[in-house]
């Protein structure tokens, strides 16, 4: 009998990485319990014959056996005290609070409003720090992290090109989802296996503090997705997708007719009521397995409770009452792909609207951290125990609803609710964890400050906004993180506080694309007089240059480009030249100011490995002027310059000589030169008096 249960339990082995026990699993158990009562006597048996024989040959050879376990038990307890203790009890804490900005800083200090901030610069130093180009939040803190610029890690733009497509693709990370076969004895079962590929080039000081046996404890840096093995605890940030495989896709339901116009940043669907009931569906991954892939959907009920002004959701079991305005909590969900093969996601309804149109906003779904189906922390269950010391949260790396503000589907007080809740989910992990904080380096991410300055940067100059103070309050509650952390903090622990970039208006919407058209570099088939987004139109037989991402433009070259037309070496320099030279000389004719700073050759800004990989140009805009988003797509509408009508009115992406970050440390430091974002972790290892065997562009501000 126990040679049986040996030879069923192998044949079933693999599939335990995919078995899943939920409440439906009860009913295949339980009818096989006959089966299950003899394998389990039979397995029984067979152990109580083994420990027989065991208790004899034990009783005999006492002595040497329990001096053998107890020279094993040095080796291993040995081993885990040179691991744990390596000799290192230096503390370095790092706030990374992306987006604060240097002229606001200086004058909320000046003015009183930051206490913390002014005890920490009197204390010990504050400077400005100069970012890199473009001066893009993934950009920007994978230079941070690598102590590189972005010729030597790869990063040039949140968005880059294929040149044998010209299509684009996002930096965070590259993910497919290709479907697997599993063989089960005689059955293929297909389930989906997310590949991840890494694109930062260069190691972070996660990885090279684990060289040098100094832990390290990373929280939601970007560009750290997919995590690496570090010497510590890392969860990854920015570059972490929804489980829809995208940044961050919501879904909109309304009994609203829809518009004709498209929808950026989420799925927008029409309802209908039956009475006071309304069915629909929620959308979960695809499902690439199947041909052609769908989304794989579970359906929900809503029943309107009118007089209440509340929602009553059914899904997967739930029973969810919801009032109008408001959030929420977690709302824990299982897709099914197969049999074998399940998701886990949670995600978060909000109520905006009963009467006259009926309108719910559902959050991304994100990847439950209590089971996630992609790897987003080291260790892999680490996701799972700050689920548990904390609660749930968002795992999302962009994890602010921005888009859906953009969109109209929320409204700036939903949107506020819902920044101010990540960045409570987030305050709880940073003082859990912080206080468990014993040596090494400790890094935390808040992209707070970023994401409310995009939308409430608009309302600072207008009087009787209820918005006004908004950033204000942003850099308030930053000061008020950085007074918890000074309260407990070890006297003798290094502190820095600092920001990626400074921030300004973003008034004027730039069509690259269409100035290039314009000025006879890029041409449309059929004497079209615009193109859709991934150049629909573009005839690339006579383009000598185009515009992704937000502000590189690339030479249609020959050679490297699909369809190049242009040759490399002086041809390539004479279009370069040209678009420099015009550029340059671009006025808004709405407000006669210059649009460009400066035109920026890639050999200018870029110095590394990969600067093949960069554009060839990247415009540095003046404040006040960016990028549009149908450039960052490949797109040439009619104009090529617009008033910018979205709530996205604050921004970063001008020439990165004009958005400085903020420095502070609570050491007296004498700055030989305005430090740079690259020259932070050398700065790090150099205070730590680690010599690391490698090359950093950057360099430490202080010996």
């Not at 804490?93 to 409003?113: H, K």
Request: with cysteine; charged share 25%; glycine share 8%.
């Amino acid at each position: 009998m126990f040679r049986i249960f040996c030879i069923i339990y192998l044949f079933f082995y693999p599939l335990d990485a995919f078995a899943y026990i939920d409440p439906g699993s009860g009913l295949p158990f339980f009818s096989l319990t006959p089966l299950l009562i003899g394998i389990l006597m039979g397995f029984l048996g067979g152990f109580l014959l083994i420990f027989k024989w065991f208790f004899k040959f034990f009783r005999r050879y006492l002595l040497i056996i329990l001096l053998l376990l107890i020279i094993i038990a040095g080796i291993f307890l040995g081993g885990y005290i040179l691991n744990k203790n390596t000799g290192f009890s230096k503390k370095v804490v790092v706030l990374g609070m992306d987006a604060l900005d240097y002229g606001l800083m200086e004058r909320f200090i000046a003015e009183g409003e930051l206490p913390n901030f002014k005890k920490l610069k009197e204390k010990g130093s504050f400077s400005p720090l100069a970012t890199v180009m473009p001066p893009e939040s993934i950009v920007v803190w994978t230079s941070f992290a690598t102590g590189m610029n972005p010729g030597n890690h790869g990063i040039f733009d949140f968005i880059m090109r294929n040149p044998g497509t010209y299509l684009p693709y996002l930096s965070l990370s590259k993910i497919s989802r290709e479907p697997k076969i599993l063989k089960v004895g005689p059955f293929k079962i297909p389930i989906l296996e997310p590949k991840i590929t890494k694109t930062r080039k260069s190691p972070a000081f996660w990885e090279i503090a684990s060289k040098y046996k100094i832990p390290s404890y990373t929280y939601f840096c970007p560009g750290s997705f997919p995590p690496d093995k570090v010497l510590g605890k890392l969860i990854s940030g920015m570059g972490v997708p929804d489980i829809r495989g995208t940044m961050g896709t919501f879904s909109f339901y309304t009994t609203k007719a829809l518009e004709k116009d498209k929808y950026i940043g989420g799925m927008v669907f029409q309802v209908k009521r039956d009475g006071n009931i309304i069915n629909s569906f929620l959308h979960g991954p695809r499902n690439t397995a199947k041909k052609p892939a769908e989304d794989i959907k579970i359906p929900f009920k809503i029943t309107l409770q009118s007089k209440s002004e509340e929602i009553i959701i059914d899904i997967q079991n739930k029973h969810i009452i919801l009032s109008k305005g408001e959030w929420s909590s977690w709302i824990e969900l299982i897709f099914d792909v197969n049999a074998f093969n399940k998701v886990k996601g949670i995600c978060r309804l909000y109520l905006k609207s009963m009467n006259p149109n009926f309108e719910l906003y559902c959050s991304p779904v994100n990847i439950d951290p209590k089971c996630p189906f992609l790897p987003i922390s080291y260790p892999k269950n680490f996701s799972k125990k700050l689920a548990g010391k904390t609660k749930l949260f968002y795992t999302q790396g962009m994890p602010y609803d921005t888009w859906a503000l953009n969109e109209g589907r929320t409204n700036e007080d939903i949107f506020l609710e819902q920044a101010n809740i990540v960045l409570e989910e987030r305050a709880d992990i940073f003082r859990q964890e912080f206080l468990e904080f014993e040596d090494g380096i400790f890094f935390f991410y808040f992209e707070y400050p970023d994401s409310i300055q995009h939308m409430f940067w608009r309302f600072q100059n207008v009087e009787d906004s209820p918005y006004k103070n908004i950033v204000l309050e942003c850099y308030k509650k930053m000061d008020g993180i950085l007074g918890w952390v000074m309260a407990n903090i070890d006297e003798n622990a290094t502190l820095m506080v600092l920001s990626d970039h400074g921030f300004g208006d973003f008034k004027r919407s730039v069509h690259l694309n269409s100035w290039l058209r314009d000025n006879g570099l890029l041409c449309l088939k059929n004497n079209a007089t615009k193109s859709e987004e991934f150049f629909e139109s573009v005839d690339w037989q006579r383009t000598k240059a185009y515009a992704l991402g937000l502000g590189g433009i690339y030479i249609n070259q020959k050679g490297r480009e699909k369809e190049g037309i242009v040759l490399p070496g002086e041809e390539t320099e004479k279009v370069k030249k040209e678009i420099v030279e015009k550029l340059s000389r671009w006025h808004d004719p709405q407000t006669d100011k210059g649009i460009i700073k400066k035109v920026h050759k890639k050999q200018e800004v870029f110095n590394g490995k990969y600067n093949q990989n960069a554009p060839d140009l990247f415009v540095g805009f003046n404040k006040g002027f960016r990028a549009s988003w149908q450039t960052a797509l490949g797109a040439a509408p009619i104009s090529d310059i617009e008033n910018n009508t979205k709530a996205w009115q604050g921004d970063h992406i001008f020439d990165f000589s004009l958005v400085p970050g903020v420095f502070f440390i609570n050491q007296k430091i004498s700055f030989v030169k305005t430090p740079e974002i690259i020259d932070i972790i050398p700065t790090i290892f150099n205070m730590l008096g680690i010599k690391v065997k490698r090359e950093f562009d950057g360099c430490a501000i202080s010996d």
